[in-house]
């Protein structure tokens, strides 16, 4: 079993700060990148930031860049995505992925998170 766990979710006002949360547990042999997507209410979900584990390789969606940092604690199998200049059409329900290789099998898979709700209202 791998479970991913997020936090740091909740209500921000528009030009504020938030900062997610990732955790990654279970039978884990090796987690080869995570990120983070959203999707908002009647659209599909969407890139919002990745990160490889072992390169420390980046990747943002247009619309967030340099408003969003992805990093990651390989010892701790967590990812974070802090989130600044938060404007309106950022809410949406954030999902956290990893992909990774569990204990047993050939190779890596997608896992999700059950997503974290980020409002940006005033």
């Known amino acids: 079993q791998v479970q991913l766990v997020e936090s740091g979710g909740g209500l921000v006002q528009p030009g504020g700060s938030l900062r997610l949360a990732c955790a990654a547990s279970g039978s884990i042999f090796n987690i080869y990148a995570m990120g983070w997507y959203r999707q908002a209410p009647g659209q599909q979900r969407e890139l919002v930031a990745t990160?490889?584990?072992?390169?420390?390789?980046?990747n943002y969606a247009d619309s967030v860049k340099g408003r969003c940092t992805i990093s990651r604690d390989n010892a701790k199998n967590t990812v974070y995505l802090q989130m600044n200049s938060r404007k309106p059409e950022d809410t949406a329900v954030y999902y956290c992925?990893?992909?990774?290789?569990?204990?047993?099998?050939?190779?890596?898979?997608?896992?999700w998170g059950q997503g974290t709700q980020v409002t940006v209202s005033s």
């Open positions: 990160i490889i584990s072992i390169a420390g390789s980046t």
């Open positions: 992925n990893a992909f990774l290789r569990r204990m047993g099998e050939n190779g890596p898979s997608d896992y």
